[in-house]
């Protein structure tokens, strides 16, 4: 059984960094496209990074360059650096393991304000 744990978030000030991670048992990260997403109060999910099983990441335009998708085969894990955070940012957010159906973890908590 595939299970996802994501943790790092936090209470950050505008302009701060984050690193959110997400722990995989059950199935080997290497074997598929890992993805985060995130929930704002109030709206619907959205997605914020792909990192694909060839090896090539895609961003949500607002973030890119300023957050960054990797992958650690050995841990089994995946993690978002998240820089020069903005309060636009606050949300949950997910990590979710694409396969013949997706798995999803049950989110942490990220929130940007002064």
């Known amino acids: 059984q595939v299970h996802l744990v994501e943790s790092g978030g936090a209470w950050v000030q505008p302009g701060g960094s984050l690193r959110l991670s997400c722990a995989v048992s059950?199935?080997?990260?290497?074997?598929?496209?890992m993805s985060w997403s995130r929930q704002a109060p109030g709206k619907g999910r959205e997605w914020v990074a792909s990192?694909?099983?060839?090896?090539?990441?895609s961003y949500k335009d607002s973030v890119r360059g300023r957050f960054t998708i990797s992958r650690d085969n050995a841990k089994n894990s995946v993690y978002l650096q998240m820089n020069n955070l903005k309060p636009e940012d606050t949300g949950t957010y997910f990590c979710?393991?694409?396969?013949?159906?997706?798995?999803w973890g049950q989110g942490t908590q990220v929130t940007v304000s002064s």
């Open positions: 979710a393991m694409a396969g013949s159906r997706d798995y």
């Open positions: 059950g199935r080997a990260v290497s074997t598929a496209t």
């Open positions: 990192s694909y099983f060839g090896g090539d990441t």
